[in-house]
T-cell receptor, first 113, second 117 residues
């Protein structure tokens, strides 16, 4: 079974802090994704990566950056956390193929105070 | 650009009743369609997918979905609801057209299923 592991289930940070969310997958997938999930808005793509050191902006990249130095690891960075970034963050990975599903981690519930 | 519409943000059914969750999509390319389920405080889990071939797709936990191209729909059904089916369900369409974006998905806003006794 594919395993996507997010480093924290719950995280509380303060405004202005630099926040790192880590995600690791064990299937050698090419593609990795970061989403945020908010009630009534579904999943919104922040960034995705299709190879090591490669990244593309999703629908809501403002205030975020990402890093993919190794194939199995994809990090989401909140450069200066703000209260409107309080949310559930989900990481996913997949093969780079049209008919392949994304596999999700359990999510990180981030609160910015 | 692809889009997904899930009709009804909340659906309530009695235990043993039919479950019907609606999903309509728009896509400029032949669609690949997915249903995911999310239980409280967990990530998304794949229920089923349609890629090519048979338009009636069976998934886990007794769910199935039928791809209807003429109606641009991919509704999710289960003949008899169980309490354990209470969760949020997401429909998604693949929007990738190039290498590197092939598995990129557009998600609907989700439908929360409540199952009552």
């Amino acid at each position: 079974d594919v395993k996507v592991t997010q480093s924290s289930r719950y995280l509380v940070k303060r405004t202005g802090e630099k926040v790192f969310l880590e995600c690791v997958q064990d299937m050698d997938h090419e593609n990795m994704f970061w989403y945020r999930q908010d009630p009534g808005l579904g999943l919104r793509l922040i960034y995705f990566s299709y190879d090591v050191k490669m990244k593309e902006k999703g629908d809501i990249p403002e205030g975020y950056s990402v890093s993919r130095e190794k194939k199995e690891r994809f990090s989401l960075i909140l450069e200066s956390a703000s209260t409107n970034q309080t949310s559930m963050y989900l990481c996913a990975s997949s093969w780079d193929s049209f008919n392949q599903p994304q596999h999700f981690g359990d999510g990180t519930r981030l609160s910015i105070l | 650009a692809q889009s997904v519409t899930q009709l009804g943000s909340h659906v309530s059914v009695s235990e043993g009743a039919l479950v019907l969750l609606r999903c309509n999509y728009s896509s400029s390319v032949p669609p690949y369609l997915f249903w995911y389920v999310q239980y409280p405080n967990q990530g998304l889990q794949l229920l089923l997918k349609y890629t090519t071939g048979a338009t009636l797709v069976k998934g886990i936990n007794g769910f199935e979905a039928e791809f209807k191209k003429s109606e641009t729909s991919f509704h999710l059904t289960k003949p008899s609801a169980h309490m354990s089916d209470a969760a949020e369900y997401f429909c998604a369409v693949s929007e990738g057209i190039n290498t590197g974006t092939a598995s990129k998905l557009t998600f609907g806003t989700g439908t929360r299923l409540q199952v009552t006794l």
